[in-house]
């Protein structure tokens, strides 16, 4: 099988890559390396490129005939995307658009989508079933819900199959710490706690004490990137063998506050994490937990690695060996 891995030299993507790789995919990767890292990718695989890059795209797929698309290649920082919606159009609606068109123009059979829970908004119930309704409340959720709707209209009128899979919180990195997480500037609230804890940066702020929590502050599901790789292998191997296209949650069923986070980092590690209390960040809803049992029953996915344990531990052993 050959798959065309967007965005595989960034977080989700590398782990994704490196676990199709493992399942013997023939992986080429096309990445512009705005936030991916060429270290992050093993061997020849790598792509240097722009997913709006009609011209690039047509002789990729031109040279290699794509079974599917895994496309990971998007902007991803809910306070950013409050500031600059323009960027997050551009990059995650329209050169979406460009990808999806050469994948239909060249007989590409199947899409899967790194969609978000940010295309749920406020929501009415926890945890989230898939067919819950979708209000998102910041641009990047707005982008990815129209990337879902986009696939269903290219299934109805070009045949393309997809799977798109709403994460929850991606946290933790590969068992081994050879690949991981690295943002600049990071933004996601596992690696800013363990950077403060070890004095790589100044205090952590929590955003939002106000909120209807148990403690205040925001509840999220944090699921492992390892787990959210195996997904992506499982849900393309089902749209190919059903000829359908399906949209799954992926999360670990826990939700835990931004002081719990900061409680077991402390207790799994020994090291204290410094921080003050700080206002909210635009954007932020109050609690997000998946529902995961759509991908349990019809993929049989098992997030067996999605435990703060886990997580904060490989975490914690890819802050301390980062080679990028
Ligand atoms: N958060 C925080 N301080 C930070 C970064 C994040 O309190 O410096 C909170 C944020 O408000 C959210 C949670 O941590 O409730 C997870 O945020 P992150 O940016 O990691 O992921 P998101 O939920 O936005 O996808």
Partial sequence: M???????????????????????????ILDNLCEGHREAVKG?????????????????FSETAFDAVVHFAAFTSVGESVAEPRKYFH???????????????????????????????????????????????????????????????????????SCSFRYFNAAGDSSDSTIGESHHPETHLIPLVIQAALGKRPPLTVFGTDYDTRDGSCIRDYVHVEDLASAHY????????HQTSEQFNLGSENGFTVLEIIRAFEKVTGISVPYTLGDRRPGDP???????????????????????????????????KRTY
């Fill in 2 to 28: 050959k798959v065309l891995i967007t965005g595989g030299a960034g977080y989700i993507g590398s782990h994704c890559s490196r676990y199709f790789l493992e399942q013997g995919v023939d992986v080429t």
């Fill in 44 to 60: 020849d695989r790598l792509v240097v490129g722009d997913c709006g890059d009609g011209a690039l795209l047509d002789r990729l």
């Fill in 91 to 161: 990059n995650n609606v329209e050169n979406m658009l460009t990808l999806l068109n050469a994948a239909v123009d060249h007989g590409t059979k199947y899409f899967v989508f790194s969609s978000s829970a940010a295309v749920f908004g406020e929501p009415t119930c926890l945890p989230i079933p898939e067919d819950h309704e979708q209000r998102p409340i910041n641009p990047y959720g707005e982008t990815k819900m129209i990337g879902e709707r986009m696939l269903a209209d290219y299934e109805r009128a070009y045949g393309l199959h």
């Fill in 234 to 241: 499982l849900g393309l191997k089902y749209i190919m063998e």
């Fill in 286 to 320: 109050a609690a997000l937990v998946a529902g995961n049992e759509k991908a349990r029953e019809l993929l049989g996915w098992k997030p067996g690695k999605s435990t703060l344990e886990t997580i904060l531990t490989d975490a914690y052993h890819w802050e301390m």
